[in-house]
């Protein structure tokens, strides 16, 4: 009679969780699966590149020595054990095991008892696990708990998959924005730069014969606008090509440095934070986007000696920052062709949830900040 009152109490706990909106859902699932199963802490973890990465952590953390968003080898890990089908879901007493006693995290972590579920997408794709552990053993462990652990890793699998298609709906928004962007340069600056060049050349041959003087200018300014329409379209190229950055922020954007500032004008970057096991794709491609838009305005318009750029990687959010020591100006009488390079900035961030912010005056240089939150992105949706 004990063990089906706790399975019904079981089963009012998986309704309410069920029933649970975004995005606490997965906080509010490791929750119950600590507390039903007396547990000290509960994870959801990630596998990726050989190591296991806490998604999402809930209970006494640092007395495992464990925090959100750090990694450690899989091969070191209960989980690499339960998903290669060597070792049981339910471990009651760690030191009566032998396979797992000897692994370097059941000292470092003091691992005593442990539940563990894969979890799977529906496609079949193994994510991670969903795991419960305590310091000390727990003879009252068993298969049922096992079985409620599976029920609440399918929940945590629907949701990765909801903000992995929420994350994928706001990505095709922003390429979509992006390439809207491009085709609006393409007509407003290619085009208008490539009509001047038509008119001189056609005011060229007017005047060739009765005014050379005037018909050298028409000249000299086709050559001139037929240079600057080459520089857009290869902005443009280039603006494409790094609508999928492809490689880690720090490296895309030491080449745009490269690419982007004059000589004369000094440059450092900086890149501090774990990126590869906090930031997924979608988020560092819109902030570099962000960054470059930027990154072109101080170039073009700033007359700065120095330009800085940096980026701050955080447990929640990632920042990125672009300073320079220029005229700075008045966001008031920005002219329209600036203005329109702020606009696009904020609209970027705004995308995937982020926002930019810029400050600037008159004589004080300007600085751009854009930050997004990675609380929702595809890998923090836990």
Request: net charge negative.
């Amino acid at each position: 009679m004990a063990d089906h009152a706790k399975d019904d109490e079981k089963l009012v706990k998986l309704s309410e969780v069920a029933s649970g909106r975004a995005p606490d859902t997965v906080e509010r699932v490791l929750a119950v699966a600590k507390e039903e199963l007396g547990m000290e802490v509960a994870f959801v973890s990630e596998f990726a590149e050989q190591r296991m990465i806490f998604r999402k952590l809930v209970g006494e953390t640092g007395s495992f020595g464990w925090q959100e968003g750090e990694s450690i080898p899989l091969d070191d890990t209960f989980c690499r054990l339960l998903i290669e089908g060597r070792l049981p879901s339910v471990i009651p007493d760690v030191n009566g095991n032998e396979l797992v006693k000897s692994l370097n995290v059941s000292d470092e972590a003091r691992i005593g008892s442990y539940v563990g579920v894969p979890i799977k997408l529906s496609d079949g794709h193994l994510y991670g696990t969903f795991c419960t552990l305590s310091h000390s053993s727990d003879p009252s462990l068993s298969e049922r708990d096992v079985q409620f652990m599976r029920v609440l890793a399918r929940l945590v699998a629907e949701h990765i998959e909801r903000g992995r298609h929420l994350l994928h709906k706001a990505t095709a928004r922003a390429k979509v924005h992006e390439r809207r962007r491009i085709g609006r340069d393409l007509h407003d600056r290619v085009a208008h730069t490539m009509g001047v060049v038509h008119q001189s050349l056609q005011l060229y041959e007017a005047f060739e014969e009765r005014d050379p003087e005037v018909a050298a200018e028409k000249m000299e300014l086709a050559k001139r606008m037929t240079k600057e329409a080459m520089e857009k379209t290869r902005d443009l190229s280039r603006a494409l090509s790094a609508d999928e950055v492809g490689q880690e922020l720090k490296a895309a954007l030491s080449e745009l440095l490269q690419n982007t500032v004059p000589p004369g004008m000094d440059c450092e970057l900086s890149v501090v934070g774990e990126e590869e096991a906090l930031v997924p794709e979608e988020v560092r491609e819109q902030l570099f986007l962000v960054l470059r838009e930027a990154l072109r305005n101080t170039v073009s318009h700033s007359g700065a000696s120095k330009v800085t750029v940096r980026v701050v990687v955080e447990q929640s959010a990632i920042a990125g920052f672009v300073e320079d020591n220029g005229q700075g100006f008045d966001r008031k009488k920005t002219e329209p062709a600036e203005s329109g390079g702020l606009a696009y900035m904020a609209d970027r961030a705004s995308l995937l949830g982020g926002v930019c912010s810029i400050d600037s005056s008159p004589g004080e240089g300007t600085r751009v900040k854009s930050s997004f939150p990675l609380e929702g992105a595809v890998f923090s949706t836990l």
